[in-house]
């Protein structure tokens, strides 16, 4: 069973930056598609992030130009870079497998952007 932990949220005024990760156990991380999701309070949970295992990746509208994601194999980590950051953009952020590989929820890392 692959494993999933996320880390590096916190707490960054509006128009600051972080980067997320995404460390995955398991010997087949590099034939993953990956992605990152959110949930906002009382919001569902949605697709914010891909990358295929090509490396192609894809944003939903409201992130475009701002987040990047980017995957590096020999470590099995995903990472979110998050810049321009805004309030809107406050959820729990979980990463997982995109498909049926898809595992149990994590416990996720909590971001949130205020002044």
């Known amino acids: 069973q692959v494993q999933l932990v996320e880390s590096g949220g916190g707490l960054v005024q509006p128009g600051g930056s972080l980067r997320l990760s995404c460390a995955a156990s398991?010997?087949?991380?590099?034939?993953?598609?990956m992605a990152w999701y959110r949930q906002a309070p009382g919001k569902q949970r949605e697709l914010v992030a891909s990358?295929?295992?090509?490396?192609?990746?894809n944003y939903v509208d409201s992130v475009k130009g701002r987040f990047t994601i980017s995957r590096d194999n020999a470590k099995k980590t995903v990472y979110l870079q998050m810049n321009n950051l805004k309030p809107e953009d406050t959820a729990v952020y979980y990463c997982?497998?995109?498909?049926?590989?898809?595992?149990?929820w994590g416990q996720g890392t909590q971001v949130t952007v205020s002044s």
């Open positions: 990358i295929l295992w090509s490396g192609s990746t």
């Open positions: 997982n497998i995109i498909g049926t590989m898809a595992v149990s």
């Open positions: 398991g010997d087949a991380f590099r034939l993953f598609n």
